[in-house]
């Protein structure tokens, strides 16, 4: 993974794991305790005949621990968000969860852990931590399907979906970004704790570094080392994000290698921004917003933001250039 600083990768998996697991997993399990939509009773017995998790040996290699941290925490916000299923009793809306979260009332407000300053012991603490919450959400799911509340496949079914998404993440944040511009301050000043707000699992990520694209400056993404690319949002990376013709052009010529092989013509007046994605910040660009999609919802204009314009080889709304890119068989470009 080429980490240059661990710290702030576990520190980022800490904040993630602590707000999933108390406004998300335990504020909603609250909830339905509170009401009697999943008793409590029923929750201890579902806990009592699951198998007991254990805890899988650590890598020894710091990146390799950090890494399968990752890849767990990625997999349980997945897991803890399949729980937004529909129950047979009622329709949970967020907005029903937002006492036992403490949102209103500070007395409620769900305890957060406490993790070592030392990052082998903390990392311990996280995988310790990461093990209960997984253990919780699969009691959960049983739990809810045993009473009836939830049909069997209803959770592998959610899960199926959220990790089909992809790209269409990317799509979400750009568009409440042009909709909502507290959104779009707080995305650009703290873009993986923004995302959030619109339940996106992290994937691998350690920062995730935005970048708008205005009249002034155009942004492109592009890794250098490897092909570092946050999956969860922005899909699986192009085929020719991963060569060495197009990672070592958009650094040496960007304006040209965009107007060669993507068609896409920057004015000269317009600055090129070349952002190198890393294990440490991985980047996303918005897209500006399209001329005359005023009147669009939010959901339509999501529709205009495609995987290229993530990472800046085109523009929302604008069909990219993809056929034309093969057909020339890029000449030697990428």
């Given amino acids: 993974m080429h980490l240059v600083d661990p710290d702030a990768n576990v520190a980022a998996i800490v904040a993630d794991l602590e707000y999933f697991r108390r406004k998300r997993l335990e504020a909603r399990l609250l909830y339905m305790l509170r009401r009697g939509y999943l008793p409590f009773a029923t929750l201890l017995k579902a806990a009592q005949s699951s198998p007991a998790p254990e805890q899988a040996p650590p890598e020894s290699d710091l990146d390799d621990r950090i890494k399968a941290l990752q890849e767990r925490l990625n997999a349980l916000v997945t897991g803890i968000l399949s729980l937004q299923v529909p129950i047979r009793s009622a329709s949970i809306a967020i907005e029903d969860t937002r006492l036992e979260r403490g949102d209103y009332d500070e007395r409620f407000r769900l305890a957060r852990n406490t993790y070592p300053e030392l990052l082998l012991e903390r990392i311990a603490v996280v995988e310790q931590v990461m093990l209960d919450s997984e253990f919780l959400v699969a009691t959960a799911q049983r739990a809810l399907i045993e009473s009836g509340e939830v049909q069997p496949l209803a959770f592998d079914e959610r899960i199926d979906a959220l990790r089909?998404?992809?790209?269409?993440?990317?799509?979400?944040?750009?568009?409440?970004?042009?909709?909502?511009?507290?959104?779009?301050?707080?995305?650009?000043?703290?873009?993986?704790?923004?995302?959030?707000?619109?339940?996106?699992?992290?994937?691998?990520?350690?920062?995730?570094?935005?970048?708008?694209?205005?009249?002034?400056?155009?942004?492109?993404?592009?890794?250098?080392?490897?092909?570092?690319?946050?999956?969860?949002?922005?899909?699986?990376?192009?085929?020719?994000?991963?060569?060495?013709?197009?990672?070592?052009?958009?650094?040496?010529?960007?304006?040209?290698?965009?107007?060669?092989?993507?068609?896409?013509?920057?004015?000269?007046?317009?600055?090129i921004r070349v952002h190198d994605s890393t294990s440490d910040v991985r980047w996303l660009v918005i897209p500006q917003r399209p001329p005359g999609t005023e009147g669009l919802s939010e959901e339509e204009l999501a529709q205009l933001v495609t995987p290229e314009s993530l990472v800046g080889t085109a523009l929302a709304g604008q069909a990219p250039a993809a056929a034309t890119v093969v057909a020339r068989g890029l000449e030697g470009i990428v």
């Fill in 164 to 271: 089909s998404l992809g790209w269409r993440n990317g799509a979400r944040i750009v568009a409440r970004a042009w909709v909502d511009p507290g959104f779009k301050e707080r995305l650009i000043t703290q873009g993986r704790e923004t995302v959030r707000e619109l339940d996106i699992p992290p994937g691998k990520l350690g920062i995730l570094g935005i970048a708008e694209n205005t009249e002034n400056v155009h942004n492109v993404v592009v890794c250098t080392l490897c092909s570092c690319y946050p999956h969860d949002l922005l899909g699986n990376p192009p085929w020719w994000y991963r060569t060495d013709g197009y990672k070592e052009r958009v650094i040496s010529d960007a304006r040209g290698m965009l107007e060669k092989a993507f068609d896409l013509a920057i004015p000269e007046g317009v600055e």
